[in-house]
Nanobody, 126 residues
Framework: QVQLVESGGGLVQAGGSLSLSCAISGRTLSNYAMGWFRQAPGKEREGISCITVSDGSTYYIDSVKGRFTISSDNAKNTVYLKMNSLEPEDTAVYYC???????????????????WGQGTQVTVSS
């Protein structure tokens, strides 16, 4: 089984920064992708960034492009999401997710992922 544990959430003022971490434990993943999702109150969960760990390719939705950076440290089995220039609209519970193997659909879809963390709250005050 695979466990994902997010950390690094918190309260920050608009314009500030936070770094989220997602620690992967359990069995070793191969040919996998990691995604970061968020869910604001009353809204659907949305995929915001993903990385294919094998080649380091990264992807972002337009609303976070240029502000958020996804990265991975394979030696530490950890994926990160560095968030800069945070806005009140970024307030949400943030989740990391893992998928092993290729996927024909969008990696921004929650259906692409097999394993999920419990989420960490990010609150951006105005």
């Amino acid at each position: 089984q695979v466990q994902l544990v997010e950390s690094g959430g918190g309260l920050v003022q608009a314009g500030g920064s936070l770094s989220l971490s997602c620690a992967i434990s359990g069995r070793t993943l191969s040919n996998y992708a990691m995604g970061w999702f968020r869910q604001a109150p009353g809204k659907e969960r949305e995929g915001i960034s993903c990385i294919t760990v094998s080649d380091g390719s990264t992807y972002y939705i337009d609303s976070v492009k240029g502000r958020f950076t996804i990265s991975s440290d394979n030696a530490k089995n950890t994926v990160y999401l560095k968030m800069n220039s945070l806005e009140p609209e970024d307030t949400a519970v943030y989740y990391c997710a893992a998928r092993e193997g290729d996927y024909a659909g969008s990696y921004f879809s929650s259906y692409a992922y097999d394993f999920w963390g419990q989420g960490t709250q990010v609150t951006v005050s105005s």
